[in-house]
């Protein structure tokens, strides 16, 4: 099926490992973004992506790295998990036509990350 | 820094009440304003706003912008109970690709 679409949707993990969060995305977007969204923080830019190999920070980048080697895949990965980067997390997309943002962010479904 | 603040926080209403959720804003180089509504899951698009004073409306939802004074509003009449949800807000610069959003405004409307 088109659209966005992210893995795992639930991970649990213990700090100090490795996760690495998927999103895979059909439509050919140009940007694509990773965002949290903790209790009373509403969604904070973690990383976007302008098109491949491009990548850039956004309000909240510490402890998480991002790659976008094909224009449908941005994985985040968090190098060390910390308690703190528990947090449900979106991955979206929006295209550019014409050179002008539609306006419409395109989002996945989630993934939910507990940290113990 | 681009700021978004979302008023109330919270709110709890009856079926057929009409709401007005507050939106206000600090950005540089002002592009564009959206709303979102979030239920379960992923946020879905409700609105994009561009110009001042130009409404936006989509059924019993409807939108308004005034950037002089920087701040948007969004107008829920008759309430449904499928109305309970996050409502987001979002600016957008210049460069289309910086979105901040806003806490939300949780809406809770009870039958």
């Known amino acids: 099926d088109a659209g966005i679409t992210q893995s795992p949707r639930y991970k649990i993990t213990e700090t100090g490992r490795q996760v690495t969060l998927m999103c895979h995305q059909t439509?050919?977007?140009?940007?694509m973004f990773w965002y949290r969204q903790d209790l009373g923080h509403g969604l904070r830019l973690i990383y976007y992506s302008a098109a491949a190999d491009i990548t850039d920070k956004g309000e909240v980048p510490d402890g998480y790295v991002v790659s976008r080697s094909k224009t449908e895949n941005f994985p985040l990965t968090l190098e060390s998990a910390t308690r703190s980067q528990t947090s449900v997390y979106f991955c979206?997309?929006?295209?550019?036509?014409?050179?002008?943002?539609?306006?419409?962010?395109?989002f996945g479904e989630g993934s939910r990350l507990t940290v113990l | 820094e681009d700021k978004v603040v979302q008023s109330p926080l919270s709110l709890v209403v009856h079926e057929g009440d009409t709401v007005t959720l507050n939106c206000s804003y600090e950005v540089t180089n002002f592009r564009s304003l959206l709303w979102y509504k979030q239920e379960k899951k992923a946020p879905t698009f409700l609105f994009m706003l561009t110009s001042s004073g130009i409404e936006k409306k989509s059924g019993r939802l409807s939108s308004i912008l005034d950037k002089k004074e920087l701040f948007s509003i969004l107008n829920i009449t008759a309430t449904q109970t499928g109305d309970s949800a996050v409502y987001l807000c979002?600016?957008?610069?210049?460069?289309?690709?910086?979105?901040?959003f806003g806490p939300g405004t949780r809406l809770s409307v009870l039958p």
């Open positions: 439509w050919s977007h140009s940007y």
């Open positions: 979206a997309s929006f295209p550019l036509v014409g050179g002008e943002n539609t306006g419409e962010l395109f």
């Open positions: 979002a600016v957008v610069d210049n460069y289309g690709q910086n979105f901040v």
